[in-house]
């Protein structure tokens, strides 16, 4: 590791008592002026490694290539008196560059795979369950009134013991028999999400359900050791500003004008592996990230909220992929999704997130979105006005569109039954759904449906 020599860094910290300290004592104007030319930290080949107290098989680790933290071109200039003092400040950074960043960790710890199989094991099972409690209790009515046991479950229905249009009873994606005395059965029929499912069975004499062999058989999956591993080869951060500060009896104000700045991230991963099951092994790869201000100009006072007098910003994701474990891709309901959306991989891809925003002034701008995925496309393009005044900035759109393209059959196809669904068209231009959006953020006017 190399730090920059003592001398400069005490230099360094002289300048800044001065410009703080000198002030208090000034009698007349009084001028300060310092100049950096460049000051840092920088750092070679780190690495660390830790085990957690009270946790004996668990082990952390982490290296880091290089590392790059520096202010460049720093001018500071002070005037004041008794009355007023004034500040400006004109730097370059913090700039920050890291290379190659890796942290590892061995963590032995339930499978939350297999827990989460569970979980949406136990979600299907509810509405069946709720079913036959709501059947038992119809049951004991039917008793009370005839001193026996009905026969099946049509009868209780006729009868009105139990009503079958009202929930929990109505979702028909369970069929329910009577084995009385000894047992009520409700076993999934072709509609439902998991034909295939057990049946669930209800014993009537002791009043509870019997355990389900497959979720027996995941509560019996030990804990096992998960192997993770997040990476990213390259964080930037590069900036460019000045401020100016103004502090007198009465008030308090500074401007600030941010000429660039960027923060970068390049080629993030992250996996994660249950017990060296790389079926299992769920990851997500991100090959950029971008955060982006340029010609930002602010001012304000430490009392209120700053104004924005313009500004440009950019936001992007460039080919965001997660890979989902075997495990929870093949649960019907995640299946299903994944079908919809024309997703047969486990991969789930979005190829482009962008957010750019012109603030041509403190009352206008225009601003543009992009959703780029295999399966659907959705861009915004429109103007906006913008209220700084109350301290919750109010924005309006103004000839906002928005163009909506489903790419794959599934999802033109829920698109479609959303509609029957709700008795609404899209305006189309092809294939494309088009909407004008006017308004307030908060309640828009909606045209195209």
């Known amino acids: 590791m190399f730090i920059n020599e003592p001398d400069h860094r005490t230099t360094i910290l002289k300048i800044f008592i ?10 007349s104007d009084e001028k300060y002026n310092a100049t950096i030319f460049e000051t840092g930290l920088y750092a070679k080949d780190l690495h660390f490694d830790w085990k957690p107290l009270n946790r004996k098989l668990d082990i952390h680790s982490a290296d880091i290539r290089e590392i790059n933290f520096r202010f460049s071109n720093l001018d500071l200039n002070y005037i004041g008196n008794d009355k007023k003092k004034t500040a400006s400040i004109k730097f370059s950074g913090p700039n920050l560059s890291l290379q190659e960043l890796t942290v590892r960790s061995s963590i032995h710890s339930e499978n ?9 094991l136990e979600k299907r099972e509810s509405i069946p369950k709720l079913s036959i409690e709501s059947i038992a209790s119809g049951i004991d009515l039917y008793m009370i009134d005839h001193n026996t046991l ?3 479950i049509n009868e209780l229905a006729v009868k009105q013991y139990i009503d079958m249009s009202i929930p929990p009873l109505d979702d028909y994606s369970w069929s329910y028999t009577l084995d009385l005395p000894e047992q009520i059965i409700a076993k999934p029929n072709h509609i439902n999400i998991k034909p295939s499912a057990h049946a669930i069975y209800y014993d009537w004499q002791t009043r509870s359900f019997q355990l389900d062999p497959e979720k027996d058989s995941l509560y019996n999956v030990p804990i096992t050791d998960w192997d993770y591993i997040f990476e990213i080869e390259k964080i930037s951060q590069l900036f460019s500003s000045t401020i100016d500060l103004e502090i007198s009896e009465d008030k308090s104000e500074f401007d600030l004008n941010m000429k660039r700045g960027q923060f970068k991230i390049s080629k993030t991963s992250f996996s994660a592996t249950p017990g060296k099951q790389l079926d299992d092994r769920s990851s997500l790869t991100l090959p950029e990230f971008l955060l982006e201000a340029n010609d930002l100009v602010l001012n304000g006072s430490f009392s209120g909220t700053p104004i924005i007098h ?5 936001f992007r994701i460039r080919n965001f992929e997660i890979k989902i474990p075997k495990g929870i891709k093949e649960e019907p309901e995640i299946d299903a999704m994944l079908k919809t ?6 991969s789930l891809m979005i190829r482009l997130i962008e957010f750019d925003i012109n603030l041509i002034n403190e009352f206008t701008g225009d601003m543009g979105f992009r959703f780029q995925t295999p399966f659907l496309k959705i861009s915004v393009d429109g103007d906006f006005s913008l209220r700084q005044t109350d301290s919750i900035p109010k924005l309006v759109l103004h000839d906002t569109e928005v163009r909506i ?4 059959l599934g999802m033109r196809k829920w698109l479609r039954e959303w509609e029957q669904k709700n008795g609404k068209d899209f305006d189309r231009q092809g294939a494309t759904i088009v909407l004008k959006i006017n308004g307030p953020i908060e309640n828009p006017i909606i045209q195209g449906y």
């Open 18 to 27: 001065v410009l703080m300290i000198a002030p208090l004592f000034a009698q």
């Open 112 to 120: 939350w795979v297999t827990k989460e199989k569970i979980a949406r």
């Open 150 to 152: 009905p026969g099946n």
């Open 310 to 314: 313009r500004g440009k910003g950019k």
């Open 341 to 346: 959306l024309g997703i047969w991989n486990n």
């Open 405 to 408: 393209h489903p790419i794959s």
